[in-house]
């Protein structure tokens, strides 16, 4: 498999604005996705300035920005605020507060409001299902489950992945979303198992040219980049 057999769309996931706008002059990816721990690492010192700078660079691909409010009111309004960005805007909205209150309720009014989310921080089946019975009929949304951080956890993210495809045909316009990928591995996992989309970082995405390659020309390869370095160290074992 290469990557122009992909089915998966892959969305880039970071907050690096220039960054941002490489990705989407190479033209390898269909969305962006952002969160708080992202900004954070990017150094971003104003919200609304850096999502409105991402709108006007990336007007025409699906761009997800999450609220920053731990209660229903709070992220009410925050993601009014958010969604009026742009109509290629998708509002990331946490699928539990910190105390571990179910955001169903306010996911359910959002969609109602006709506002496109991202329901994120998924790790259950259950999850899912609440998440997906929440949204309108006929509006567009997606679900994110963080098969990487579950994988972190000693649990295999398959099953559950494949649960939340299938959940998430059954309203139409939701789509499955693999997220917190770890390697170009996963991208072919999410694929196989029809996610609609699967969102990575700029690490991962790079190597996507190096999919379809044998094992021999792996290991090559890797030969290849131990020689120049031992070039470029300039000294030997050998007196």
């Known amino acids: 498999m290469t990557f122009k057999d992909l089915k998966v769309a892959v969305y880039a996931d970071g907050a690096d604005i220039e960054g941002m706008k490489a ?9 962006f996705t952002t969160n708080p721990s ?35 009111e709070t992220m009410e309004k925050e993601a009014k605020v958010i969604a009026a960005l742009g109509k290629n805007v998708f509002v990331k909205i946490p699928i539990m507060l910190t105390d571990m209150t179910s955001t169903a309720p306010l ?16 790790f259950t089946a259950e999850q899912v299902q609440e998440a997906v019975d929440s949204f309108a009929e ?37 789509m499955s979303l693999w997220a917190s990928t770890r390697e170009v ?7 196989e198992l029809g996610c609609d ?12 040219g190096g999919m379809g390659k044998t094992p021999i020309q792996g290991s090559r390869d890797t030969v290849l980049t131990f020689a120049k370095d031992i070039q470029s160290l300039g000294f030997s074992i050998l007196s």
């Open 23 to 31: 990705m989407y002059a190479s033209g390898y990816v269909k969305g």
């Open 38 to 72: 992202l900004m954070k690492k990017a150094g971003v010192k104003d919200y609304v300035s850096f999502a409105k700078d991402v709108v006007k660079a990336i007007p025409d691909l699906p761009l997800s920005f999450e609220v920053f409010g731990d209660d229903f």
């Open 107 to 122: 996911i359910k009014k959002l969609s109602a409001a006709g506002i496109q989310l991202n329901v994120t921080a998924v």
């Open 138 to 174: 006929g509006t567009r949304n997606i679900v994110s489950v963080f098969a990487g951080r579950l994988a972190d956890t000693g649990n295999d993210p398959v099953p559950l992945v494949k649960e939340t495809v299938r959940i998430c045909r059954t309203k139409p316009g939701t």
């Open 185 to 191: 591995y996963n991208v072919m996992q999410a694929d």
């Open 197 to 208: 989309i699967i969102t990575a970082p700029n690490s991962v995405i790079e190597k996507l």
